[in-house]
């Protein structure tokens, strides 16, 4: 994080509107995305990034180290989102790997949907995985930045982002396969 | 390369995110050469890739996201007015919430002082200060208790103090005379202890009657030499301070003062001092000796009436003030007229003069201008004397002091009284009342005596006698002789006689001693020690003839006995005696002679106020002689022990469960009020869940 950028978070925790505005701007793409990547709806992620801007800028003042900010922040996101998946479905999700064979039977019904398909797979991910891939597909950040914004310590991103698409890789064969 | 292959996932992505350092790159794609599964997967990865691009990434916020959140954030916290906002953003500074702390200590702190009496103090100081304002103008009689306050101060402090202070308050004081509503706003910044407060107070208001008065003295003088026709009769003023008008006014000032001293002769050398300070001079001393050899008498002492408050001050420096008054007269008026009349009386005798030096023709008329000129010189000299006289006494003040001397009598003699109270216990109460009554003879003279029996047969009796002095002791120890002594009090009193101080060198006298005696019988006497024990014998009867005897031996008689034997042929000797203190040891040896002592207790009251003898003193033994029943005579053996042990047991058996019993009584109600709670959260939060569930499937429906 560069002294500017810290100057911001901290004239922001200090109560400057202008600062955290700036800090709106430049921080609530990640935070869809982390929403984005909880929830897989668009209008809801985006609420929920709204809400946690508000609870932001209400309890700013408990921000101690302004080092912190960018987590800390993904973290009320994190939790907004999970507060409204989990009012959505009060069930956790039931199954968090599917066998392959599922899978490919889907794809062979519903083959056309591509889309539907990859974000089948992407909402079988564990939570974690499913927002750093958003967050590196969204907003190509890169692994430092992403690893800061999730709170992650170093170096830890790459087996995560590695083993989430790897999973995808396995569970989307058949339309990968129909891609090449 | 085996890690690599077993990292290739990770790897897989890092390359494709470009997240691989150059040698890390360099061995992964050197890898992919050699296995064909890592190119295959490789390959999808890459297709996956793609696919992540084109599918999710459609989905990332559109471009208006960051002004849309801005502009919502904007609407949902409305900008708050700059100052709320400031102190909302004070507030939450930890150096401002250190400092609000902070401050609130210090309030409660100053509020506790102001509650506790710190200021309290001050506040009362300035009311006193105003009282003393108020009643000073009056010369009200509390004066004198205040001035106890200024000794005080003047004792524990240097005059010149006083005096600086008494100057630095002058200039506060010609403010408060001209307006007098106001309190002085600038008080000491020392903050001094009460009695001192008074005191600047009372120099303040002592220097605010005097100062005005020196200027009017002075100016008075002038006028006095000039003529003071231009004077205007003026109502009669008090002592207030409006200065000005006073100036040429003739005021005769007097003072008397009433004062205990120590030392007359000192007093009155003191008095003479005080009076040369002050340029005045003692004017008639008298004195008188009294009965009691103290002297009293008047001083009157003249001094300037500038001086006169100062002079009265220090005078209260040599005793007690019992007594002082002020009194100011105007005399004025009736000075200026007889100065008036005066030269009328002159103009007169001039005249008269003229007419015998022009006109004396006839003798008769000679004769009576002369008688005229007579009347009206002698009228002159009359009214000159009261000038004088007026003149002298406005010139000087006059303070008469009446001084008498502390009455310390030191007594003629002293008369000893002694008064004693002799309680006794008697084994034959009348014998030895019989034995008190024959001591009776001219020395020791039986005022009361008189013997008691009630029904019961108790005897009590007392003896009241007056003894000659040289007599007392050997009548008192004789009697103490006769009977053990409960109590024995003498009460000696010493009055004094003429007097009523410390007289070192009067002598003492001794008085009648009276001594009353109570006789009561010694059985009424509370025993020192009580003891009791069981002696277990199979010949009760035989062993309970044996413990009289013993008892006898050892001087000890028996108060009560009783025998009895129950169903079970068990019999039971109960015997109370009661022997001296001093056999009481030996009694209880000997008692092992008898058979098994057990169950000894022994209880003793220690009276330390009382002038028993202790070796004398009675002690009660209570002992029960008894038998074992006939079934079993002797507690030893196996059918015994067995009994003993399971006996125990099951009575320890009850115990424990009494223990647990007792147990249960304290955990149960904390159990009870547990589970109540547990049953009443598991209601409520079941409650919820079934609300919860509701409410989702309203949502479903809709």
Redesign the interface.
């Known amino acids: 994080m560069d002294s500017n950028e810290h100057a911001t978070f901290r004239a922001a925790i200090q109560g400057d509107r202008d600062a955290f505005e700036m800090i709106i701007r430049s921080f609530s793409r990640n935070l869809f995305a982390i929403a984005y990547g909880i929830l897989q709806n668009r209008e809801e992620a985006e609420d929920v990034v709204q809400d946690t801007l508000v609870k932001a800028w209400k309890s700013r003042w408990r921000v101690r180290d302004p080092e912190k900010f960018p987590a800390w922040i993904s973290t009320i996101a994190r939790h907004r989102a999970r507060d409204l998946a989990r009012r959505r479905r009060p069930e956790p999700l039931p199954h968090d790997f599917e066998s392959t064979e599922t899978v490919a039977a889907k794809t062979e019904t519903e083959n056309a949907d591509l889309d539907s398909e990859v974000h089948a797979a992407l909402s079988q991910l564990p939570e974690l995985h499913r927002m750093a891939v958003t967050l590196r597909y969204f907003e190509e950040l890169d692994y430092a930045t992403i690893e800061r914004t999730l709170g992650l310590t170093n170096g830890a991103l790459r087996g995560i982002l590695g083993r989430a698409l790897g999973l995808m890789r396995r569970r989307l064969k058949p339309a990968l396969a129909s891609i090449a | 390369m085996s890690t690599i292959h077993e990292?290739i996932?990770?790897?897989?992505?890092?390359d494709l995110?470009g997240?691989l350092s150059g040698a890390e790159r360099d061995a992964f794609h050197a890898h992919l050469v050699e296995c064909a599964d890592c190119r295959h997967?490789f390959?999808?990865?890459k297709?996956?890739?793609?696919?992540?691009?084109e599918?999710?990434?459609?989905?990332?916020?559109d471009a208006g996201?960051?002004q849309?959140?801005?502009s919502?954030?904007r609407d949902?916290?409305p900008?708050r007015p700059g100052l709320i906002?400031l102190v909302?953003?004070l507030v939450?500074l930890r150096a401002v919430q250190l400092t609000a702390a902070a401050a609130l200590l210090l309030s409660m702190i100053q509020m506790g002082r102001v509650i506790t009496g710190e200021s309290a103090l001050r506040l009362m100081s300035l009311d006193a200060s105003r009282s003393v304002r108020e009643s000073e103008l009056a010369k009200s009689p509390s004066s004198v208790t205040r001035d106890s306050g200024v000794l005080a101060y003047k004792s524990d402090s240097p005059g010149r103090g006083a005096d600086e202070s008494a100057a630095k308050w002058t200039s506060v004081a010609g403010i408060v005379a001209q307006n007098p509503a106001p309190l002085p706003q600038d008080k000491p910044e020392t903050e001094t202890p009460l009695p001192v407060t008074v005191y600047s107070a009372d120099v303040l208001t002592r220097q605010a009657s005097t100062a005005p008065k020196t200027k009017k003295a002075e100016t008075k003088d002038e006028r006095s030499k000039t003529d003071a026709a231009t004077s205007e009769p003026e109502p009669s003023e008090s002592t207030s301070t409006t200065a000005g008008p006073t100036a040429n006014r003739k005021l005769v000032r007097n003072a008397t003062a009433e004062l205990e001293v120590v030392s007359f002769e000192e007093a009155v050398q003191k008095i003479t001092g005080f009076a040369a300070d002050e340029k005045g001079y003692v004017s008639t001393s008298s004195s008188e000796k009294q009965a009691n050899g103290k002297l009293r008498g008047q001083v009157v002492v003249k001094v300037l009436p500038d001086n006169l408050d100062r002079f009265l001050l220090k005078l209260r420096g040599l005793g007690e003030l019992k007594n002082q008054a002020l009194t100011t007269e105007d005399v004025t008026k009736q000075y200026f007229d007889t100065e008036s009349r005066m030269k009328n009386a002159r103009l007169m005798e001039q005249r008269l003069i003229e007419i015998l030096k022009t006109k004396s023709k006839d003798v008769a008329d000679l004769l009576e201008v002369e008688k005229e000129l007579g009347r009206v010189r002698e009228e002159i000299e009359t009214m000159q004397g009261e000038l004088k006289f007026m003149d002298s006494q406005v010139q000087f003040a006059a303070v008469t002091i009446q001084l008498s001397e502390k009455n310390m009598n030191i007594p003629a003699a002293f008369l000893l009284k002694e008064r004693a109270q002799l309680a006794l216990y008697a084994t034959e109460v009348e014998k030895t009342y019989n034995d008190i009554k024959a001591l009776a003879s001219p020395k020791v003279q039986i005022t009361n005596a008189q013997i008691n029996r009630d029904n019961t047969g108790r005897v009590s009796s007392y003896v009241y006698m007056l003894i000659a002095p040289e007599e007392s002791e050997a009548i008192i120890s004789r009697v103490k002789a006769m009977a053990r002594v409960e109590n024995f009090q003498v009460q000696t009193e010493r009055v004094a006689q003429g007097g009523d101080g410390l007289g070192e060198s009067a002598k003492t006298e001794r008085d009648k001693v009276v001594l009353n005696i109570t006789i009561s019988r010694e059985e009424q006497e509370q025993s020192l020690q009580q003891t009791t024990l069981r002696i277990r014998s199979s010949e009760v009867n035989d062993k309970t003839k044996e413990l009289r005897d013993l008892a006898e031996k050892q001087n000890g008689r028996i108060r009560s006995s009783s025998f009895s034997r129950d169903s079970n042929g068990r019999e039971y000797a109960n015997v109370s005696l009661r022997v001296p203190m001093k056999n009481y040891s030996a009694l209880m040896q000997s008692l092992n002679t008898l058979g098994r002592v057990e169950d000894v207790t022994v209880r003793r009251d220690d009276r330390p106020d009382s002038q028993v003898n202790q070796a004398d003193a009675p002690t009660d033994i209570t002992i029960q002689v008894y038998s074992q029943g006939n079934i079993v005579s002797q507690e030893t053996g196996i059918v015994a022990t067995l009994r003993h042990t399971i006996g125990q047991g099951a009575t320890a058996l009850m115990w424990s469960a009494r223990m647990i019993g007792v147990a249960l009584a304290f955990l149960a109600p904390w159990v009870l009020a547990l589970v109540g709670i547990g049953w009443v959260m598991r209601r409520i939060s079941r409650a919820r869940r079934a609300r919860k569930q509701h409410a989702?499937e309203q949502d479903g429906l809709s």
């Open positions: 990292q996932d990770e790897l897989l992505a890092a995110h997240e997967a390959q999808e990865e297709n996956m890739h793609k696919l992540l691009n599918t999710i990434a459609d989905k990332k916020a996201f960051e849309r959140m801005v919502r954030f949902r916290v900008q906002q909302t953003n939450r989702e």
